[in-house]
């Protein structure tokens, strides 16, 4: 069941939450309303970074750098992002990610703990999530690291559709996320999911029924969904088709657009697509890491709500409360006759963290 909606803005700007203009043209301006964030100085996070040393690097994205830190004081340790601007579009990128996630908080979501906004620089300083990104655990896997089991990749599915279901049913207004991908879902210890990277957020129309927000199409080709690639057009059923194309990673370990493939197979969703009709096969597309351990059950019915994700057609994709029921359900005991589920409000590990 889900809890009383989050209130992110107040409509008149009396009372809690900030003016929803505030949210969708977040800039230096809007500091007052980043409550829960700390305005941190850029000689802060160099030392916190060892001057932001090859030691201390721990990946890159999109938007820039991100760092391991220890802040001087409390020895927190904190993930940091450098971010690589573009004009007044990556400026706004930058306020609009602080906003977002100084307003969110959920189990699902990576914490915000602050900022630093020194003269030209933009930094953004978040939790530490000690065991990288899903995409590292699926495509980056190597001889000396544990492919993820059948059952963790279920869990983290169920927990990744809990942080879209708090946004798009608990927060209000509703959020679309628009940037869901294998990348941006971070794992912390027991492998909890967390959703990161809320540059691209927007709020949701208030009526949500069949309204849109139209913007400039942005996001990771392979991901995005057919009609916003088309018309600039985006709701929460966009959401719903990106993480369809995640279940598919998730079952099939492949990403979600690959070069190195030949033309017929780069694009997951297109390879996928023909075996949609005979599902009872479909678990001959799983990942060969997991070696045959899982129930086919299991696979077919992820496939077949991998299925209803992608679906063409905006209005026949569910919403996600109904995928977070749905993932409740998939078995994930690899063994004939096995009906074994996750627990829809358990987290339960697998296996301990290497």
């Known amino acids: 069941m889900l809890s009383k909606k989050h209130v992110l803005y107040s409509q008149n700007g009396r009372g809690k939450g900030v003016r929803r203009e505030n949210i969708e043209t977040a800039s230096e301006e809007d500091s007052q309303h980043y409550k829960n964030a700390k305005a941190f100085r850029f000689d802060e996070l160099m030392a916190a970074t060892n001057n932001f040393s090859n030691d201390c690097f721990i990946g890159e994205g999109g938007f820039g750098k991100v760092y391991k830190g220890r802040l001087q004081g409390t020895d927190q340790i904190v993930a940091i992002k450098q971010l690589n601007l573009e004009g007044e579009q990556g400026n706004r990128e930058f306020y609009v990610e602080i906003l977002m996630l100084s307003l969110l908080h959920h189990p699902n979501l990576v914490t915000l703990i602050g900022y630093c906004a020194d003269g030209a620089q933009r930094l953004v300083v978040y939790e530490y999530v000690p065991l990288g990104s899903l995409a590292d655990h699926l495509h980056d896997v190597t001889p000396n690291k544990m492919p993820l089991d059948w059952r963790l990749r279920i869990e983290i599915a169920l927990g990744a559709a809990k942080g879209l279901e708090y946004l798009h049913d608990i927060a209000n207004p509703a959020v679309i996320y628009r940037d869901l991908k294998s990348s941006n879902i971070l794992l912390g210890e027991d492998y909890q999911p967390k959703l990161s990277d809320f540059g691209l957020a927007r709020l949701a129309p208030e009526d949500e029924d069949g309204s849109h927000v139209t913007t400039t199409v942005m996001g990771t080709y392979g991901y995005c969904a057919p009609e916003y690639i088309m018309t600039g057009r985006v709701n929460s059923k966009s959401d719903i088709f990106s993480f369809g194309v995640l279940l598919l990673e998730l079952i099939t370990g492949r990403k979600a657009f690959d070069n190195t493939r030949v033309p017929a197979e780069r694009s997951l969703v297109e390879w996928v697509r023909p075996f949609m009709r005979e599902r009872t096969s479909c678990h001959?597309?799983?990942?060969?890491?997991?070696?045959?351990?899982?129930?086919?059950?299991?696979?077919?019915?992820?496939?077949?709500?991998?299925?209803?994700?992608?679906?063409?057609?905006?209005?026949?994709?569910?919403?996600?409360?109904?995928?977070?029921?749905?993932l409740s359900h998939v078995p994930i005991t690899y063994g004939e006759g096995s009906s074994s589920s996750v627990s829809p409000g358990v987290h339960q590990s697998s296996r301990n963290r290497t």
Do not use: W
């Open 284 to 326: 001959r597309l799983a990942d060969p890491l997991l070696q045959g351990h899982y129930p086919k059950r299991g696979v077919q019915q992820l496939f077949s709500l991998a299925g209803l994700c992608i679906n063409e057609k905006p209005s026949m994709r569910p919403v996600i409360a109904d995928v977070v029921t749905a």
